[in-house]
DNA sequence: CTATGTACGATTCGACAAGTCGTATATTAA
DNA sequence: TTAATATACGACTTGTCGAATCGTACATAG
């Protein structure tokens, strides 16, 4: 499961409307835009899609903008994930919503392998609410290479 | 991270010649092809690719076809996938081998989600080597719907 | 010496990610 | 009233990549 642009836009223009949430004022595209380095044309196609969405509403005219529509509990990462880039599986045979099927599935041993990294992947996305991801600590330098020394094969 | 055919198609591959492997008889690329539902052509392009890295080696002539050239024990999806697919991080702020920097990162809150997606599914892939993941059982058709009915989500 | 195989560069074709543009419309401060 | 500041939204561009196909050269067992 590949995060697209389009994705990691989103994610970071809804937390910031989230630290933003107790205040109730707006933010403006250009605020989003600029805070969060996203190209301010495309943010707002993407804006337009999560309030059709009902996530985010927005307040027209000068001193206008964006606010988060629902509750940060409310939205999970998963949510966002699904609808921008579509699907969590790693591949169609082992998806619910987009399944593709397969005629070596009977035999095939390694689907299991995918299985299992979409219980996963979906397990730990469908729990993230906004409300509880916003409260972690940001990832140190380190923590992204902790892995690699183990399995000596990286990424 | 997605799986494209290719990297599927390699895999099914794979998985035959790891079964034939006690055998020691080379399979031609027309019966590969066949019995795992893989255009023979773009299979043929596939097979070399893996014969350059080294996993397998062909035998040519009439009778010929392709061996596979280490012991099961020594491959790992994760190696396969890596080559054709590039990368197993869901991101590239998370990746080692293909690492993209963004500015967002002392800030960023959501990226310790995706590391945490990256490290589960590096260390399940490193660990599967052809020999083991040969071992397992295939997957049942409700083990594909499990986790949704919890979560509420799908896939 | 030919049937049956692999070797490999070149090419096609379509889909999709990422982003841009132009213009219409809404709201409010001055 | 109107200028300034917003969002609304369809159309368009541009590049990359997955997926696959072709043509032809080369190897060798029988
Ligand atoms: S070969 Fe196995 S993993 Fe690949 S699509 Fe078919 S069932 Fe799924
Ligand atoms: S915004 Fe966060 S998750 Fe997205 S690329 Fe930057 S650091 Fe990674």
Redesign the interface.
Known sequence: ???SKKT?YA??AL?TLVQQYSQGRPISIGQLARR??VPKRFLERIMLEMKVKGWVTSVMGKQGGYVLAKSPEEI????VI?HFDG?????GC??????ERC????????????????????????A?TLAR??D????QPE??????LI?????
């Not at 699907?87 to 591949?91: A, K, N």
């Not at 005629?103 to 469908?126: I, K, P, S, Y």
């Not at 972690?136 to 990832?139: I, Y």
């Open positions: 499961m590949k995060i990691d994610l970071r937390f969060n380095d999970t990462v998963g949510q699904r699907v969590l599986s790693p591949i082992v998806s619910v919503h987009q399944y005629n070596q599935e009977v035999a095939c041993r390694f689907r299991r392998l995918f299985l299992e990294v979409r219980n996963h992947t979906t397990g730990l996305m469908d993230a991801v916003n972690g600590k940001p990832v923590e992204v290479y902790s892995m690699d399995g000596g094969a990286g990424i």
